[in-house]
């Protein structure tokens, strides 16, 4: 058995990382750290997705295969041991992704540089999304998640009548209406219309608009999201609960994020920018039931590269009204902490997926900013949840 992972957005450094990991792991070369899906509480997932896999997916950048792109982001990186890269290669060398679409995509799209897409082909919506259809379906088996793992698009231009029930969604299709398909939705769309479980990774739409959670409970397939949480919001959501528990009164929380590489480059583009910001700044008053003084900012910051830094700082106040403060650093390696998780999350929508569980899977919301159809945020909360809708199911 092979957990198979069509990833979209496959040529980028969180893919190719998971990529590199998935196979490494598959091998025996590396340790199982960071993967939450090989604790102990989730003993038995193997039975469903064993630590078996095989890669696809879609991109828009015109790459060689999987090894160039790989590559690319390694030598600017050198974000894991080279002899790992080495052992892997034959493999990476047989991937190549098929050609997406950055629909909608916004400015930052430009930072991608040579991009090839469907609509550059001239195709109508409908087209776009059979061609999808049709590359997810040559790779697909009944082993087979979706992930989203694409830059990050702007805020979507929502309706009601094409966004609002899958009706209106594939009226949306025929009528050609390309001023409301967010790239995001087109993929969600073709893997639920596969059966295929879909998690979305990035703060992008996806699967998350009314049309496409109903065709994802007609067709039975689970789904989950949004956006991974992986540096700052982990700490933040792990750490504001603290400050609840005690009784202590949050007056300020800024966060100041600043990344470099591809991903940064696109975030430093308003319209883009805009959903990730949104993400990351709900989860405070999901927490604590309160609205501090919050400031989030994300800033590109190109010699970082993939080494995401986070200065947070928080004002609280005690007992006797006395203020304090607290600061901390994350200085994290983006791919890394983002890695695993992209694998925990096609191992448990699988296992989902054959224990009969569909529509959102809101008990997979530890792994997201926001997470879809839940307002807990608390991870404490969030990890409790995961392990006890596990130990029910397995
Ligand atoms: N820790 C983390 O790295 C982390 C955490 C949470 C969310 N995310 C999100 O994951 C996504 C990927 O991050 P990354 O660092 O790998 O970025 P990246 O820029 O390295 O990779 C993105 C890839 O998506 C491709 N792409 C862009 N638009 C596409 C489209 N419409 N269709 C198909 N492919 C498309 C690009 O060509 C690129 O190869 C981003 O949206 C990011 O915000 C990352």
Redesign the pocket.
């Known amino acids: 058995m092979t957990v198979k992972i069509w990833v ?8 190719t990382t998971a990529t590199v990991g998935g196979k490494a792991l598959e091998k025996g070369l590396i340790s199982k750290t960071g993967l939450v899906s090989e604790l102990p509480f989730f003993d038995g997932i193997e039975r469903y997705a064993p630590l078996n896999f095989d890669f696809g997916g ?4 015109p790459m060689e295969n999987m090894y160039a ?1 790989t590559l690319d ?1 390694w030598e600017q990186n050198r974000h894991f041991e080279w002899h790992i890269l080495e052992r892997v290669k034959d493999y990476l060398e047989s991937v190549k992704a098929a050609k ?4 909608n ?1 916004g400015s930052g ?1 430009k930072e ?1 540089g040579r ?1 090839e897409t469907l609509e550059q082909e001239g195709l109508t919506l409908r087209e776009i999304a059979e061609r999808i259809v049709d590359d997810m379906k040559k790779f697909a088996d009944s082993e087979t998640v979706v992930i989203n ?5 702007p805020m979507p231009r929502y309706s009601g009548e094409y966004h609002g029930c899958i009706d209106g969604f594939e009226r949306m299709l025929d009528e050609d209406k390309k001023e409301y398909a967010m ?2 939705m087109l ?1 969600a769309y073709a893997a639920l219309k596969l059966g295929l479980p879909y998690g979305n ?4 739409a996806g699967s998350n608009i009314p049309a496409l959670k109903q065709l994802a409970i007609e067709n039975k397939v689970p789904h989950a999201g949004n ?5 700052e919001t982990l700490i933040k959501t792990t750490l504001a609960p603290m400050f609840l528990y005690r009784n202590l009164e949050v007056i300020g929380w800024m966060g100041y994020n600043i990344l470099g ?3 940064g480059k ?2 430093s583009h308003r319209d883009n920018k805009e959903s ?1 910001v949104v993400s990351k700044d709900k989860v405070l008053e999901k927490v604590l039931g309160y609205s501090p003084y919050s400031i989030t900012e994300i800033n590109f910051f190109p010699s970082l590269v ?1 080494n ?1 830094t986070a200065f947070d700082f928080i004002h609280f106040k005690g007992f006797l009204g006395t203020k304090m403060k607290f600061y901390f650093i994350w200085d ?1 390696i ?2 890394i ?2 890695a695993p998780l992209v694998l925990d999350i096609a191992r448990f929508l699988l296992f989902a997926k054959k224990k009969g569980v569909h529509g959102v899977v809101k008990e997979l919301g530890f792994f997201f ?1 926001s997470p879809m159809e839940t307002d807990i945020v608390n991870t404490h909360q969030q990890f409790e949840i995961l392990k006890e809708w596990f130990s029910k199911l397995v």
Request: one cysteine or more.
């Open positions: 979209i957005g496959a040529y980028g450094i969180v893919s879609h991109d828009v950048r792109a982001n997406g679409t950055a629909l995509c799209v991608l991009i793992t694409a830059s990050t698009e790239a995001s993929y990774f990035t703060p992008s956006d991974g949480k992986t540096g590489d591809l991903d696109v975030l990730k993939d995401k994290g983006d791919a902490v983002a900013k």
